[in-house]
């Protein structure tokens, strides 16, 4: 029987209009990094051309070793020298992001792998997320309502990176149905 994480795992479980303080468990990821609009930035189609096939090489190795899954969705952390940029100005060229895309458990070693990209452990604990259904570029306002009012209203103050689960491929999707989490970790003032 083949896993789907977005089945199994609560992480990849998100209401819209709904924010929810969960704790996600440690995990690993194959990671590149970039910086710049993601519209624009040749880094992005680069991270995401090296990404994919180690996942696949993963995926049917696992497969051929008798534990088939089906390959997460495109995860990112992003951040930049002020959350400005990502909810009131909108300021992409001032991004700096983290493309992923997670690692079962059960796969021990991870080798040959491109210039570019590292398998790393990604600890982000306590966080607060929902789900955004939209484009992209709409996000500003819920991630404007999740820093200034619902993290605040819960006592808890931002830490890490923000992330995002795509769950929709956003080349097969009107833009106004991709889905998204959005999440941010969090801390207890």
Known sequence: MKVDFKKNLDGYRSRRGEFRVLEIPPQR????????????SPDFPRAVEALYPVAYRLKFASKAAG???????????WWSESMDSFTTARDKSAWRWTLM???????????DLPEGVRVERLDEGLCVQTLHVGSFDDEGPILERMHDEV?????????????????SDRRRTASEKLRTILRQPVRPV
Not at 151 to 167: N, S
């Open 29 to 40: 990821y194959l990671m590149a990094d970039g910086y710049g609009d993601p519209n624009s």
């Open 101 to 111: 895309l997670l690692v079962p458990e059960w796969i021990s070693a991870v080798d």
């Open 151 to 167: 993290i605040p209203g819960e006592g808890l103050a931002m830490t890490g990176r923000h992330h995002e689960i795509y769950l």
């Open 67 to 77: 534990r088939d899954y089906v390959v997460p969705p495109l995860e990112g952390l």
